[in-house]
């Protein structure tokens, strides 16, 4: 019998799935990240043993335009989040008996005043707070720290949003970069420009990036699961894909903090079977909140070495669009939260905690520190948010009737932004 026509055929079939595998790395990009996630292996088969605290984040890239919608679909959108919040997860308590909190990234190109003073009141209320979210594109350092400085003003002067560090009395921000492309990270070069875009968001006050992962993105870098400072190289991109972890040795004087949420491969769900699908800790419709998904989240063991039982879980979503309500607003969410307090109400050595990426950055600056003590007295422990009334504007109805101010430097869509004191 001839066996080379069978052997070719196999031979076939090898180059094949070999080729499929190859493309489904590719598709996402794993290539870039399944060497950094084996090496992890080891840690994430450790246990911890005793009590542990999980600290929850959303970070939300809340885009009420998205679509390119009519201003009163973005309108209804802002005025759904501030009416429903409250009314869904008022009732839920959290170990240290604090509601449900979100952390509104708001995209400061398509800055609208009216927006703003409804998320402030709604974060007044304490249900969240509000940091910087940006898309760019073709961009100059120049123009992004003008940019930057302009609208952290803004929302600090006209809304009263925004952190101090109470050592310095320095405005600070939270950060996300839209189509994740910080520090110029696509391939391609675009939605950004800026190579040394890490120096411009330290040196204008970013406290810390909350972009990543960004699986199944090509802009996901290779460093995974991890909480660190990323040193910029000006004269390239991507400068986060490899840092120092925070902990690990001082902190860098130029070194701009990342942190990061979880990015595993979940074989409970698998294509065809066989190919684990990726656990990137969005959450949206088809990636709806559920206590299952908690398990992984802990397994990534984003953590501070000084503080072996806090984890740190920091989500995203896309929470404007009426698309996402039904899983971040709606009943998914809701029992998450439940389950939440059914497993602590079972587990006393399980606490969890809700915390705006402010408050996350605290923890992980007071582990970093050997903080000793509990979760809620290190929530404030270097940046404060006063939630009273802003320096200047408007605060009451919270849209529809705020007025903007005269025409300074304008946003990044053209539209001026409010007088500030």
Request: aromatic share 12%; net charge negative.
């Given at each position: 019998m001839d066996w080379w026509p069978v052997l070719l055929v196999f031979i076939a079939l090898g180059i094949l799935f070999l080729l499929l595998g190859i493309g489904e790395l590719r598709k996402r990009s794993l290539d870039r990240w399944l060497v950094p996630y084996l090496l992890q292996s080891g840690h994430r088969l450790g246990r911890h043993h005793g009590p542990i605290h999980v600290l929850i984040c959303i970070a939300d890239h809340f885009e009420p335009k998205a679509?390119?919608?009519?201003?009163?679909?973005?309108?209804?959108?802002?005025?759904?989040?501030?009416?429903?919040?409250p009314e869904m997860f008022e009732k839920f308590r959290d170990s240290d008996g604090r509601t449900p909190r979100h952390?509104?990234?708001?995209?400061?190109?398509?800055?609208?005043?009216?927006?703003?003073?409804?998320?402030?009141g709604l974060c007044r209320a304490g249900y969240g707070e509000v940091e910087i979210h940006l898309h760019h594109d073709n961009d100059t350092a120049e123009n992004l720290r003008r940019t930057l400085l302009e609208a952290r003003d803004?929302?600090?002067?006209?809304?009263?949003?925004?952190?101090?560090?109470?050592r310095t009395?320095?405005?600070?921000?939270?950060f996300i970069h839209g189509n994740w492309a910080l520090d110029n990270s696509r391939p391609d070069g675009r939605w950004c420009g800026v190579n040394n875009e890490l120096d411009v968001l330290r040196e204008t006050g970013c406290y810390a990036d909350f972009t990543f992962p960004s699986a199944p993105s090509r802009t996901q870098p290779?460093?995974?699961?991890?909480?660190?400072?990323?040193?910029?190289?000006?004269?390239?991109?991507?400068?986060?894909?490899r840092g120092i972890d925070v902990g690990s040795g001082p902190a860098p004087a130029n070194g701009l903090m990342l942190i990061q949420g979880p990015l595993l491969l979940d074989w409970r769900r698998r294509r065809w079977g066989l190919i684990p699908r990726t656990e990137n800790g969005c959450l949206q419709g088809n990636q709806p909140p559920h206590i299952d998904r908690l398990e992984l989240w802990l397994k990534a063991r984003v953590q501070i070495p000084s503080r072996p039982d806090w984890f740190f879980i920091k989500l995203h979503a896309h929470g404007a669009p009426e698309c996402e309500h039904g899983a971040i607003l709606g009943e998914p969410m809701a029992r998450f939260h439940q389950d939440l307090a059914d497993r602590a109400l079972r587990d006393p050595d399980f606490h969890y905690h809700y915390v705006t990426a402010r408050e996350m950055y605290n923890l992980v600056k007071a582990a970093e520190e050997g903080w000793s003590g509990t979760v809620a007295k290190a929530l404030d422990y270097h940046l404060v948010w006063e939630s009273g009334l802003p320096s200047a504007g408007f605060l009451g109805d919270p849209l529809g009737k705020a007025q903007g101010g005269n025409s300074i430097p304008s946003t990044p869509s053209g539209r001026p932004w409010p007088k500030s004191d």
């Open positions: 679509g390119n919608v009519a201003e009163e679909v973005a309108r209804a959108r802002v005025e759904k989040w501030v009416r429903h919040y952390t509104f990234f708001y995209p400061i190109e398509e800055y609208d005043p009216d927006h703003l003073d409804a998320l402030a803004c929302l600090r002067s006209r809304h009263g949003l925004l952190p101090r560090d109470h009395g320095r405005l600070t921000y939270g290779r460093k995974i699961n991890s909480i660190y400072y990323a040193i910029d190289d000006p004269d390239r991109p991507r400068s986060h894909d």
